[in-house]
């Protein structure tokens, strides 16, 4: 299919998503969702259900008891914007993210053709998303500015400004610091560069309140997850074993990348801005994976790693080649494969968390659920051989 420009291609995902999202057409994809912008709204409804129940609008207050079941399970930074208008005002605010959304991804895919764009951008991982409007919107806005900063190499010290503040948000962008290592044959006075890093870090993580994050964020279950435990779940409950599954994920984590850093591979050279974007968007998917137990959404931050992976096209084996191309936008629509099974059985969900028992109909179900799940791990073992070649071959640290 031939390109379309850049201004033409904007128009058209701006019209998709806005069919999509405002057109009902979000309930057409697998993402399990009650109402636009739920999670973002989420936050004002809480401030307003914690402080402020009498004010809550008559759609809302019999939620509140539900609403407040929970701990908030974000920073408490969310809860000073829910001060920012009225709840209608508040829940459309998030679509000036979902513009700036759309226009990074299309700047970023802006060389390929329309049939790579429409598989990242209208890909389940991405309309959920959007039509939950989650505040990972926002991070990912910060996290591209930081992405622009460092590719501008002139002072890497404006970019704590945004990552700081995605830390803030959701803690999670804290992998992105070792990215710096690799840069430091950039970093200028590296005595007050280092100390000053460590400084503003501090200061963040105290400003997340992670400490009670950490019993109280929002663990994904089954349906939507991306996180290494599942299989191990899914493990637990037809042994009856109880492996300790997040101690039991570092550690293969930690073993991939060993065997990322010993196994001999030559990869092809790119410019460092590939790289350097390559690195982002792995540090984030790898870090979510293991050291987390989230949503497919994270996904998003493959945008990241596509270029690099399309540029691979006849400098790799091509069969190597077909399989990084596969995983990766699979990975975008795994979601259907899961989902289709859901409604051919007829699986009630809620049902079955609540009578679990292990039968044919289960059984088929829940091996959609484990090579869906098989699809993520391969993902994230290409990311980290390639990410950890790359940040190997970047390395140079310097006398001080």
């Known amino acids: 299919m031939k390109n379309i420009n850049f201004k033409n291609s904007y128009y058209i995902f701006i019209i998709l998503a806005s069919v999509i999202l405002f057109g009902g057409l979000w309930k057409y994809y697998p993402i399990y969702g009650s109402y636009l912008f739920q999670d973002w709204t989420y936050i004002y409804d809480y401030r307003i259900c914690l402080n402020y129940p009498d004010k809550a609008d008559d759609s809302i207050k019999g939620l509140c008891p ?3 079941e929970y701990n908030f399970v974000y920073p408490d930074i969310w809860i000073k914007l829910g001060e920012i208008g009225n709840r209608t005002l508040f829940k459309y605010l998030i679509l ?17 053709n329309f049939f790579i764009k429409f598989l990242f951008i209208l890909s389940p991982v991405s309309i959920l998303l959007i039509q939950r409007g989650n505040n990972d919107l926002i991070i990912f806005f910060l996290i591209f500015l930081f992405y622009l900063i460092l590719n501008n190499n002139k002072n890497l ?15 999670f962008p804290i992998v992105l610091v070792p990215i710096y290592f690799v840069l430091n044959k950039y970093i200028k006075l590296k005595l007050i560069f280092y100390p000053i890093l460590l400084s503003s870090l501090l200061i963040s993580i105290y400003f997340t309140n992670i400490l009670s994050l950490l019993g109280d964020y929002n663990k994904a279950g089954v349906l939507l997850a991306f996180n290494s435990t599942t299989l191990f779940k899914i493990f637990n409950f037809i042994t009856e074993y109880n492996l300790n599954y997040n101690i039991f994920s570092i550690f293969i984590l930690l073993f991939l990348i060993l065997f990322s850093t010993v196994f001999k591979y030559e990869l092809p050279k790119f410019e460092e801005r590939q790289e350097l974007s390559f690195l982002i968007g792995s540090a984030i998917i790898v870090g979510s994976f293991f050291l ?4 497919v959404y994270r996904l998003i931050f493959l945008i990241f790693n596509v270029s690099y992976f399309l540029s691979l096209k006849d400098k790799i084996n091509k069969n190597l080649y077909y399989y990084f191309i596969i995983i990766l936008f699979l990975s975008l629509w795994i979601e259907y494969f899961t989902y289709f099974f859901e409604l051919i059985l007829g699986i009630n969900f809620v049902e079955l968390k609540l009578n679990p028992e292990i039968n044919l109909k289960n059984a088929l179900y829940g091996f959609s659920i484990i090579f869906k799940n098989m699809i993520y791990w391969l993902l994230n073992f290409n990311l980290i051989f390639i990410s950890t070649k790359i940040f190997l071959k970047n390395l140079q640290f310097k006398r001080l």
């Open 292 to 295: 987390n137990e989230g949503f």
């Open 157 to 171: 010290l404006i970019s704590f400004i945004p990552l700081n503040l995605a830390i803030i948000g959701k803690v």
């Open 96 to 112: 000036i993210f979902v513009i700036f959304y759309l226009f990074f991804c299309l700047n970023i895919l802006k060389k390929y």
């Open 66 to 68: 539900v609403i407040l």
